[in-house]
Nanobody
């Protein structure tokens, strides 16, 4: 069983930055595929970024060049550095993971492959 706990959400003005962290327990990061999703009110859950492997990170088009996903192996956390935030980035951000499934990175934006979800952290960007 994998437990995921997100932190770092908050409210910022447009153009600001936030860093989200996801702490995983029950598995080491090397044995699970882990990604960030978000869901805004009235919208479907959207894959934001995935850490497929060292040197292989993938992003949804709308955040490329602004968001950076990384792993802190010492702290066993997955981080999402978000820069130049816009109101359209406002959503609840979730950390998601699976231990059994397709090779990490394949189908990464399909929420159905993920077995474990965190409780979510709210990000609000004001214009």
């Amino acid at each position: 069983q994998v437990q995921l706990v997100e932190s770092g959400g908050g409210s910022v003005p447009a153009g600001g930055s936030l860093t989200l962290s996801c702490e995983a327990s029950g598995h080491t990061y090397s044995s699970i595929c882990i990604a960030w999703f978000r869901q805004a009110p009235g919208k479907e859950r959207e894959g934001v970024a995935v850490f497929a492997s060292e040197g292989d990170t993938r992003y949804t088009d709308s955040v490329k060049g602004r968001f950076t996903i990384s792993k802190d192996h010492a702290k066993n956390t997955l981080n999402l550095q978000m820069n130049r935030l816009a109101p359209a980035d406002s959503a609840v951000y979730y950390c998601a993971a699976y231990a059994v499934g397709p090779r990490c990175g394949v189908l990464w934006q399909d929420s159905r492959v993920y077995e474990y979800w965190g409780q979510g952290t709210q990000v609000t960007v004001s214009s």
